[in-house]
C-alpha cells in the first residue's frame, strides 16, 4: 500500500490558488499580426460596432492613439451623444483641469490655478513670473508698510497662501524631474 501524501488543499485557508489547476489555461493571443503577447486589451472594430480587436497593451495604445470617439457623426449628433453619456454619468463631473476646454494645458491642479488668479497670472506662467508678482503685490500690501489696514493684512495673507501652494508644486516638479 502506497503512502499518503500531504496535500496543500486542506483545511482553510486554501493554500494553494483558485487558478492553478493543473489544466491549460486559455489565452486570448494579440489579434495584432506577428504579436504572440496575450491580448486582454479590448477595442472597437468600428465606431457604433460591437465587435471587438483584441490587443496587447502596446498595441492597444498604438490603436487608440488615432481614435476618433465622434468619426462619422455631425456637430448636432456629437453634442447629442456627448450629453446622454454624461447624463449616464451619475453626477460624475470631471475636474476642470483634466478638461479639455479649461485653461491651462491640464499640468497644473485646481488650487495652483486659483493661486494664479490671486497673483492675476496666466495659467502657463513660469515660477520666475510668480516670484516677481508674489514680490510686487506682497511690497504693496505688507503689514510693516500698511500698519493696522485689516484689509492689507489679509491680502498680503492670501498671497502668502497662494506663493506657497505654488512654490511647493514646482518643487514636486524639480523632485521627479
Not at 15 to 38: F, K, T
Request: proline fraction near 5%.
Amino acid at each position: 500500500m502506497s503512502k499518503a501524501r500531504r496535500s496543500n488543499d486542506w483545511g482553510f485557508p486554501r493554500w494553494r490558488g483558485y487558478g492553478s489547476g493543473r489544466e491549460a489555461a486559455s489565452v486570448r493571443i494579440c489579434d495584432r499580426h506577428g504579436c504572440n503577447d496575450p491580448g486582454d486589451c479590448p477595442a472597437p472594430k468600428s465606431p457604433n460596432s460591437a465587435d471587438r480587436w483584441y490587443f496587447c497593451q502596446k498595441h492597444a495604445a498604438e490603436y487608440n492613439a488615432g481614435w476618433d470617439y465622434f468619426a462619422g457623426l455631425d456637430a448636432e449628433e456629437a453634442a447629442q451623444r456627448e450629453s446622454s453619456e454624461n447624463a449616464q454619468n451619475a453626477g460624475y463631473k470631471e475636474a476642470s483641469h483634466y478638461g479639455w476646454s479649461g485653461s491651462g494645458d491640464g499640468t497644473r491642479t485646481r488650487d495652483e490655478m486659483r493661486a494664479l488668479e490671486v497673483f492675476g497670472l496666466d495659467p502657463d506662467a513660469d515660477f520666475d513670473a510668480v516670484k516677481k508678482a508674489w514680490r510686487a503685490k506682497a511690497k504693496e500690501v505688507h503689514p510693516d508698510v500698511r500698519p493696522g489696514d485689516a484689509e492689507a493684512a489679509k491680502a498680503f495673507q492670501a498671497y502668502q497662501v497662494a506663493y506657497e501652494v505654488l512654490r511647493q508644486s514646482e518643487e514636486r516638479r524639480e523632485w521627479r524631474g
